[in-house]
């Protein structure tokens, strides 16, 4: 059984991350918390609490966060959580045991951190701030994480990022909040990146979608069907918006390790200019685990079958 603190930043895949865990039998999920980064965070926190009503008996209050970053996301992304949350099959009537928490995200970590008998995996699909503040905040949580999974960064010459004054080397959840990410590398935390050398395998594209349209029949597949036909898949070429499984590859690797490769390497990263948010090999750097690669059919299957329990 492994113990999971949630983190996310309420974009569809996240979301569906979310959706996916609680559908993980060795997952001990212990608390959820959503940060305003690829999103609006009052979305994100609604939707996310919908979420577990709709499709799982635990109560698990989820916590928003305060935190802003550097380099703030294009704003069509953002608005995907509103229409996650505006569904109709997550606003039916249902019995509603988990609500918004008081706490903010932060708080909610060092809580739930410090509380746990077991030590905890901190499982981040977007920016690396809660995690960084909290650590901050209350150092002692560091002995009680057993390792940080976390979807952002890449070794590859070429990132995700598309802007002004920016060179195009980083990873976005890196490029949002680049100090974080180095508070977080400053520690000696394991740390396992999901990196797009990896994601960069597991495009959205018709096939997959076709699959999900033909398995609609069960609900936990419509609801997947329905949340990626918000997002552009992959056609005849990649472009800054094509969506990629990103944080659901992530979220799959914690409770699938073997569909996926690694590396381990030191790694550094850049938190000024045109370069910021860029991760790189340095001797000076800290060692990190690298997923890079993925067993891709084996990864659509999981998701897909983890679905289905519903
Ligand atoms: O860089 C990937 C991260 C993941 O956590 N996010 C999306 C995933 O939730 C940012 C992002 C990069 N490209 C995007 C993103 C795109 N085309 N649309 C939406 N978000
Ligand atoms: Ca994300």
Redo the contacts with the bound molecule.
Sequence with gaps: MTTVYFNH?G?V??LISLFLLLQMEDVNLIGVSAIGA?SYVEPATNASCKIINRFSSQKLNVAASKERGKNP?PKD?RMHAFFVDAMPMLNEDVEVNSTISEKEAYEDIIEKVMNSSEKVTMLF??PLTDLAKSLKVEPRIESRIERVVW?GGTLLNKG?VEEPEHDGTA???AFWDPEAVKTVFDTQLPIDIVALESTNKVPLTPDVRKRWANERQYEGVDFLGICYAL?PPLTHFVT????FL??VLTTAYVGKPELVKKESHKVSVITDGPSQGRTFKSDEGRMINIINDVDRDGFFDYMTDLAKKI
């Design positions: 930043d974009g895949d996240d690829d996301f992304w699909t977007g979807m995700n990873e976005w959840n997002v800054n918006s094509t969506y990103w944080d």
